[in-house]
């Protein structure tokens, strides 16, 4: 017999049966030896096998057992769920990697520059627009520019969670960015105003499709542990493009035109879909139960999602246009929109129910608060306190980097216990940024306050929005990702129009003047009474206020 110079696997390291059963024949030795001894010393018998193998199988099956337990401990075998487990396939050199990991390196890099490329485009695209719009004769219809955008969006979103939960986030991925970039060559190619408008209406269509997948490519590439990380890093990549997105398309604008803008920016969604794509295939691809037949499509909730959008539109457009008439499509609007929000929502979302309900409600109470707050914040510095727009729109500017703040601190392993704290936290600081703002109406009152109120409250809307994405994320089987990413994003963006046309009306009414979507003023908003703005901050503050008590409910019961 060759005897081989390096140990084998199995002799390294034997399962746990063989190492059971060699401690249990050892065991069993010494304990026949010493009832021997015993029965010499006493002059019995000790030929006898059945005075000691009870108590030697005992102590053989205690030891199988406590082998077997700590080698399931080892492999993940033990009962419990997959995320109570040690993630042994994301460990190197005995740590654990992160989202920069060799495993997840592309993946990550690939779409958090996907988000960053929609971020700077959500914010350079605002500077281009009312350039864009004065060239192509097309003032009237420059609102529709930014709800065409969010219609389509609400009905891409839909359609993203039924593809990703059938088919894996990968199809629905590499459609919304290729419709995201045809809508962007669209407007900047456009030679008169409704091609613009039809423009943003695809390149809508591709940003809902992208932001679901997004959150399903999460719930599936990533193991728990990282998923608040990941959440944070898609914050994170909101602060530059916050700052220098205004800047750079301003000067874009200025030096070469407003076409520039559009066109430039599909040119940059091929890196991080060279790199995202592969990776998601590997990682992500495919319905989530593989050997599950795949569902068709529900053609109930397309129904419902082409409801909610066509609705938002109606709504969008009453409450921009402040006359008796427009309360037919006021009416129409609220009729298609209501029961459509309601069918696609989780049950009981409307009356706060407790766990998940509750997560979708808050997003969209956060967000759209928020959001019709933040629109009012630069019009109001320069008409009542005489800012030029450039410095109005920077003292928001660190906003950008204490929301990522807020989104890294609910990423930190230390604060999971606490994320329903950190929740409701957050939602005071934002309601009382929110109630602060107005207080620069007063001349005593230094301008700088609101950068300082705004700071904090970005940093509750980064515990906020990235503590929503995680506890949706947590509360989801892996086949229902998709829907119920979708419902967030749908909470997040109807909140968003019915809450800034809410705000923009209550404006006009008190003599606030046309504004269009844009923080763009007519001339007669020079003359906006101080009540105007306040109709809108405080009313959202309560709104605020009252998101505080949805968070006190994201636990269930039983949770």
Known sequence: MTVPLEPSDADVAPRPATAAGAFADDTRDQRDHKRDQRDDERGGR?????????????????????????????????????????DLRHQHHGKQSGVLGREHR????????????????????????????????????????FSAYFTTSLFGMVVSGQWADRKGPLGALAGGMSAFAAGLMLSGTAGVMWVFVLGRAVQGLGGGLVIVALYVVVSRAYPRRLQPAIMAAFAASWVIPSVVGPLAAGTVTEQLGWRWVFIGIPALVVVPLALALPAIRRTAAGPADPSAPVAAFDRRRIRLALGISIGAGFLQYAGQDLRWLSLLPAALGAALLVPSALGLLPRGTYRAA??????????????????????????????????????????????????????????????????????????????????????????????????????????????????????????SAPEEAGANSAALQISDALSNVLLLAAGGAAFAALGGGAVGAGHAATDGASGTHPAAFAAVFLPMAGVALAGAWVATRLKTKTG
Do not use: N
């Open 354 to 475: 407790r766990g998940l309900p509750s997560v979708v409600l808050l997003r969209g109470v956060a967000a759209g608060s928020f959001i019709a707050a933040e629109s009012f914040v630069p019009l109001m510095l320069v008409t009542q306190r005489g800012l030029s727009p450039t410095m109005a729109g920077l003292s928001l500017a660190v906003g950008g980097a204490t929301w990522a703040l807020g989104s890294y601190v609910q990423s930190r392993p230390q604060t999971e216990p606490y994320r329903e704290r950190l929740v409701v936290l957050g939602m005071l600081l934002v309601a009382a940024a929110i109630a602060t703002a107005p207080s620069v109406l007063i001349e005593a009152v230094p301008v700088w306050t609101v950068g300082v109120a705004w700071g904090f409250g970005c940093f509750g809307m980064g515990l906020v929005i990235g503590s929503t994405s995680v506890l949706l994320l947590k509360l």
């Open 106 to 145: 592309a993946l990550s890099i690939g779409i958090v520059a996907v988000v960053f490329l929609i971020a700077f485009e959500a914010t350079a695209v605002g500077t281009a627009m009312p350039v864009a719009a004065r060239e192509l004769h097309g003032i009237p219809l420059y609102a529709f520019a």
């Open 46 to 86: 000790h030929d006898d096998p059945q005075a000691a193998e009870p108590a030697a199988e005992q102590v053989a099956a205690q030891v199988a057992e406590q082998v077997t337990a700590r080698g399931a401990e080892q492999d993940g075998s033990h009962h419990g769920s997959h995320d109570d487990r040690p």
